[in-house]
């Protein structure tokens, strides 16, 4: 299983980015996907989660103004308004409470699967 994330850039304050995440692999279940953040000099911290009956979490500096979504159980979005110098980060997918095929057999997880980061940089 491998999560490759996309649409990180530059933008300015006020403005906006969709990021997107792809699960690859045969996924039957989930438990949830969602997006994580570092910026530099801190911690990672959750932005974002979608379970696979859609219920939602975010974090306190995410609530109204970002939104998270799927398409299926192998694609994540974040859509992310109104952005602000310090969302800049880097923007990690994350994964978890996978049952996914492997070589014919079907596989239940407790691993927590992270792609590779995305970059947002907002400017002021």
């Known amino acids: 299983v491998q999560l490759q994330a996309s649409g990180g850039g530059l933008v300015q304050a006020g403005g906006s980015l969709r990021l997107s995440c792809i699960v690859s692999?045969?996924?039957?279940?989930?438990?949830?996907l969602g997006w994580y953040r570092q910026a530099p000099g801190k911690q990672r911290e959750l932005v974002a989660t979608?379970?696979?009956?859609?219920?939602t979490n975010y974090a306190d500096s995410a609530k109204g103004r970002f939104t998270i979504s799927r398409n299926g159980k192998n694609t994540v979005f974040l859509q992310m308004n109104s952005l602000k110098p310090e969302d800049t980060a880097n923007y990690y997918c994350?994964?978890?409470?996978?049952?996914?095929?492997?070589?014919?057999?079907?596989?239940?997880?407790?691993?927590?699967?992270w792609g590779k980061g995305t970059l947002v940089t907002v400017s002021s």
């Open positions: 979608i379970t696979e009956s859609d219920s």
């Open positions: 994350y994964a978890a409470g996978l049952v996914y095929e492997e070589y014919g057999s079907v596989v239940a997880s407790g691993q927590h699967y």
């Open positions: 692999g045969k996924i039957f279940r989930f438990n949830r």
